[in-house]
């Protein structure tokens, strides 16, 4: 079955509590501290395996957790790291946050990999902490939550040459003519609900690989039809194939419909080139009405080819015709991927709001440090004093009127306002 769309929950490892341990043995009466980090959590991260040409494995599984990272031990012992998370994905895959719509990344080729959520960073031991002046710290961190996100996947398939028309025009047998690959194929409309890929090859050094795109009517654009669901895979194809049916009412007409409809998806859909062919010549009545449909086109500046590729007349020379416009394409346009960036956010922005209930503070900073935090160490609860010092949130709090005996909440902590 082919899937080219998938939403996933992930969530990355969290890092390893740090612990609160002092060396104890016969004749070392004052040890010191010596307990040790916790691990790293656990990345999710997305790789390219050029087997894979759909998202058919995310069909029946939808969250996806990598490992915590193991506590710390003593001896300043570092508790041992999470395994990294690896999904699988096909070449193509764009990956989005699916809450804001950002793009995240772009995997294309085999080998590519992208982080989309990093493991907690593991806790400090309170062997760290030691100094000068506080030679026996009970304070500790516990370690890093991990990163949650939804990701949206959406495959578009990769292809040298992308066949387009209009539903019944043939483009399923004009694959299967110049490939091994197997469409559906009837004499009637959306035969094809789902591309095809195939590969044909010219000679020794020249092979092309096509992607038979499923019929586009008036609307496609708007989602008519099959239509955002496969317009997408068109946008990578370099070279497309534009299969007119010669047997269709106004076949000029459709001719001025497709490319319209590539056009209001993408604009730069209508500038890729084109090799415009009229198929089913094997037919006496489209064999008859020709010449009128090659001047039509040739009045809108195209040089239009005559085919069968049920017979498979003249359906060499269409690819060799596509194989020379993609030659002459510059690199770049060639490539043509998307870029891969990630929005980036200052953790250290909060937010404070007075409720019913309470004060909320909310904020990445302050939340990771809360959860970070051993509450039962009065060290580390003066040390959380401290960073919301730093971060302004103590100020912050007094400027908004916060009262002593208010309940201030951050993240998934309830703390008493002192002064």
Known sequence: MF????????????????VVHFRREKFVPFGGPDGGDGGKGGDVVLKVVSTLNTLYT??????????????????NMTGRSGNDLILQVPPGTLVYDHNSSDVLGDLVAEGDSLIVARGGRGGRGNARFASSRNQAPRIAERGEPGQELSLRLELRLIADIGIVGVPNAGKSTLLAAVTNAKPKIASYPFTTLEPNLGVAELDIDTTLVLADIPGLIEGAHQGIGLGHEFLRHIQRTKVLIHLLDGQAEDPLLDFAQINSELALFDPNLGDKPQVVAINKIDL??????LPDIESGLREKGHEPMAISALAGTNVRQLL???????SELPFEVQVGELPVYRVESDPREYNIERQLDGWHVSGEAIERAAAMTYWEYDQSVMRFQRILQTLGIEDALRAAGVQVGETVFIGDFELEWQD
């Not at 060799?320 to 993609?326: K, S, T």
């Open 3 to 18: 899937i080219d769309e998938a939403i996933i929950q992930v969530r990355s490892g969290s890092g390893g509590d740090g």
């Open 58 to 75: 995310f069909r029946h599984q939808s969250r996806y957790k990598a490992h915590d990272g193991a506590r710390g031990g003593k001896q």
């Open 284 to 289: 006496p009545d489209v064999r008859k009405r």
């Open 320 to 326: 060799y015709q596509a194989a020379r416009l993609l």
